[in-house]
């Protein structure tokens, strides 16, 4: 074959679909024919994402394809890489799924031709230092002047080259010259070896004072002039030099890699006979799954009530975060991951551009409608695709300035793909194997070694610290409902059957607290957490019920009946009586003061109430006077007095101006995120599925038909019916298309452009979704994506083509 877009071109279906699941980005929008897609692996960042997805050993072979010595084959490979054959074959079977080699020569498209691996385009320019090694001997010296060279190559054979000396014949005399450098490294000294030595193994770049400056080996100084004399090092400009690969390979002893496992390092000790039991991971990883679901619940419903403000930078105050810490029970990094979380899955946002406040959105109000493995499905979708690592929070960036959570800081493009790669080693491991952080980083290493580094080891530190917390992970084990969720499945069933049923009972005591025995209802919960105050949680939870607790709940609009009522039916004993005569109590001093604006006002039906607090010091400061024997006034806002009062042990309630009493409990508030704004859960994955891959095939196909024999002839083969365009109801347009992806058929649609006008198409669905159709368009060559509210009707195409 004469070119790489041959060797695609004579792939089967088969191998292409291969090709475009391993390296999705190739079809983002679809190529037109092979040509393009040939043209856009070659794209320096597509070839450095799919350079990022080989593990250690595949990628020395593609190194090793580009050094070694035309023609390379398999069985090259496996004496080079020191392995079996079959393993260096199957390193090859990766880089041809990858496209990053192909089989060049004549008759290679059956099998007949010489079988030699060619790096395809692009790739060496992603790999400038295969193996380590540097150019070489020709390459790295053709930047001299031919001056230069000719001395060079006179000062190594000791006389001046013969003939006309132009720079080709010299280049090749040089590299002729130091195919055996062995006696000039000799002659250079133990100081120029010890300077060889470190660039011998990679990276083969230094740095000196002065390497333009030309010296003669008679001449030459300090050990770095000794072996730019000698050729053993080149100067590509005044302070860069490099090693020549020939020099090289000589000092490494003939070898391509010092040190190169052929297989991943092990996960950590063989599981012991006492290793936990799957049923002890599950049973620990769906408690900590519930605990991440209330605990953000929690927070939510406080940040609806009260939320806190948004910085200037966009973040979250370190007072904000360490107030929420303290309402959770938490350390402050598991607060920054619950609010982070809380944003990824779209459930907390916002409000405005200036002057904001982070508050819930609507779709926090739809996750409170679904159980509790659903919410949690939704935070844990969220974590797994989020682009923010929590564990930044409060820390410094590189000018020093503090990392606030929900700021921008926070975001790491390589979040999400670290998380998930360690993931899947867990999701590998044995079952009952202890795989801890430094086993999982050597493993991540040699499958991607291309992304290493401390920024890598700390985010699959935080990302196995979070799994634990969020639930994925018992005792450092994945667990199944987690599988799962990596594998794209329903992790639903696998972890609702784990979780503590919600209950609508709880024991209340004499000392007035109630204690929940495990989670409770929503609408108990809500009215708990209303009428009495949190006083510890773990396995079960104690409220204590206060006189401000009750106020509170009577403040929302609940009397002493509902209160009553609602105890006695979730209470398992009786109502003791401290609580109920706590109830009446507080019931019937409540409202018993009315409190209006005038700017505001007091209003009772006891005239010696008012004497009592006008008698009281501590009402000078609310500036009250009378306005009648039952009515004092005030200049205070409505708010203010009412404080006032409460504080002097008083409990007034708030009076519109038709006389009603006012809710004074705030309203929970929502915000939209902002148009612009995308919310992590419904980002697009990075994996094309397999419907949408071979209809691209298909297209690259026909475009590669279509552009041999021209766009008409591929009309012409789409069989398009003849006469008008069809034409059905919306909703059976729907279905139709819908029952085409389900069978795999074709079907005739009408479809009106932007500016109206009709046309048929000829279109194999593969998708139906967000108001858009996607699939082959036959009579275009290509995939297209039709507005659903464009499409005039739709017809089966053996329905109008079929019978002729």
Avoid: C
Avoid at 96 to 123: E, N
């Amino acid at each position: 074959m004469d070119s790489y877009a041959d060797w695609l071109r004579a792939r089967a279906d088969g191998e292409l679909r291969a090709l475009l699941s391993a390296r999705p980005e190739l079809l983002a929008p679809v190529p037109a024919d092979l040509t393009a897609l040939a043209a856009r692996a070659a794209t320096p960042a597509a070839v450095s994402r799919a350079l990022d997805r080989l593990d250690r050993f595949t990628l020395a072979a593609l190194e090793a394809v580009l050094v070694l010595p035309p023609p390379v084959r398999p069985e090259t490979l496996a004496g080079a890489l020191d392995v079996t054959p079959g393993r260096a074959a199957d390193a090859v079977d990766r880089l041809m799924r990858f496209g990053l080699v192909w089989v060049g020569g004549k008759g290679a498209a059956d099998g007949a031709g010489d079988g030699a691996l060619t790096a395809a385009p692009g790739v060496r320019q992603g790999l400038p230092h295969p193996a380590g090694l540097g150019p070489p001997v020709q390459e790295v010296f053709a930047g001299y002047p031919t001056e230069r060279l000719a001395a060079l190559v006179t000062d190594l054979q000791g006389e001046e080259p013969r003939g006309f000396a132009d720079a080709a014949r010299l280049l090749r005399r040089l590299a002729e010259l130091l195919a055996d450098p062995a006696p000039l490294v000799d002659a250079a000294g133990p100081e120029a070896r010890a300077a060889l030595d470190a660039l011998a193994w990679g990276p083969p770049v230094g740095r000196v004072a002065d390497a333009r400056r030309a010296v003669r080996i008679d001449t030459a100084a300090t050990p770095i002039e000794r072996l730019l004399a000698r050729g053993l090092l080149a100067a590509e400009d005044d302070r860069t030099v490099t090693l020549p690969r020939e020099v090289a390979l000589h000092l490494r002893g003939g070898r391509l890699f010092q040190d190169l496992p052929a297989e991943p390092p092990p996960l950590g000790p063989e599981p012991s006979g006492a290793s936990r039991g799957e049923d002890m991971v599950v049973r620990a990883a769906a408690g900590e799954a519930f605990n991440a679901v209330r605990l953000t619940e929690e927070l939510l419903e406080r940040w609806g009530l009260e939320p806190p403000p948004v910085l200037r930078s966009g973040g979250l105050a370190v007072r904000d975060l360490r107030n929420a810490a303290t309402l959770l029970d938490v350390p402050e990094w598991k607060a920054a991951l619950l609010v982070e979380v809380a944003y990824a899955a779209g459930l907390l946002t916002r409000s405005g551009d200036l002057d904001g406040e982070w508050l819930p959105t609507p779709a926090y109000d739809l996750w409170l409608m679904r159980d509790t493995a659903g919410r949690w499905t939704e935070l844990a979708r969220g974590w797994l695709k989020s682009d923010r690592a929590a564990g930044l929070a409060g820390e410094r960036d590189d000018r020093d300035r503090l990392i606030n959570a929900l700021s921008e800081a926070m975001v790491r493009s390589s979040a999400p793909a670290t998380r998930r790669a360690a993931l899947e080693i867990l999701a590998g491991a044995e079952r009952g194997a202890a795989v801890d952080a430094d086993a999982l980083r050597a493993r991540l290493a040699w499958l991607r070694p291309r992304r290493g580094g401390p920024a890598r080891d700390r985010l699959v530190g935080w990302t196995l610290r979070e799994a634990a917390v969020l639930g994925l992970t018992g005792f450092g084990e994945l667990a199944p409902f987690a599988r799962d969720l990596l594998a794209g499945d329903d992790p639903e069933p696998g972890l609702e059957k784990h979780l503590p049923e919600p209950v609508d009972r709880i024991l209340i005591q004499a000392d007035l607290t109630a204690v929940a025995p495990g989670p409770l209802v929503t609408e108990l919960s809500r009215e708990l957490a209303l009428a009495a105050d949190v006083e510890s949680t773990g396995g079960a939870t104690v409220y204590r019920f206060t006189p401000e607790s009750v106020r509170r709940a009577l403040d929302a609009g609940r009397t002493a009946g509902d209160l009553t009522d609602l105890l006695t039916r979730h209470s398992a004993t009786p109502l003791p009586q401290p609580l109920t005569y706590l109830i009446d109590d507080v019931a019937r001093r409540h409202g018993h003061l009315r409190v209006g604006s005038l700017a505001s006002y007091v209003r009772t039906d006891s005239p010696g109430t008012l004497d009592e607090i006008l008698a009281d010091r501590r009402s000078d400061a609310l500036r009250l006077h009378r306005l009648a024997p039952t009515v004092l006034a005030s200049s205070m806002h409505r708010a203010e007095l009412l404080d006032g009062l409460r504080a002097m042990g008083l409990a007034p309630v708030a009076e519109s101006p038709g006389g009603g009493v006012i809710v004074t409990r705030p309203d929970a508030q929502r915000a939209e995120p902002p148009p612009t704004a995308e919310i992590v859960r419904l980002r697009p994955d990075e994996t094309a599925d397999t419907s949408m891959i071979t209809a691209a095939v298909r297209a690259l196909r026909a475009g590669d038909e279509a552009s041999r024999h021209g766009a008409e002839q591929a009309r012409l083969r789409a069989d398009a019916p003849s006469g008008d365009p069809p034409r059905s109801p919306a909703m059976a347009t729907i279905e139709r298309l819908r029952g085409a992806v389900d069978r795999g058929g074709r079907v005739w649609i009408g479809y009106l452009d932007q500016q109206g006008q009709a046309s048929s198409r000829i279109v194999e669905p593969v998708r139906v979704e967000g108001g858009f159709l996607t699939g082959y368009d036959a009579t275009r060559a290509a995939v297209h994506r039709f507005a659903l509210h464009r499409i005039t009707g739709v017809a089966e195409l053996d329905e109008e083509s079929g019978e002729s």
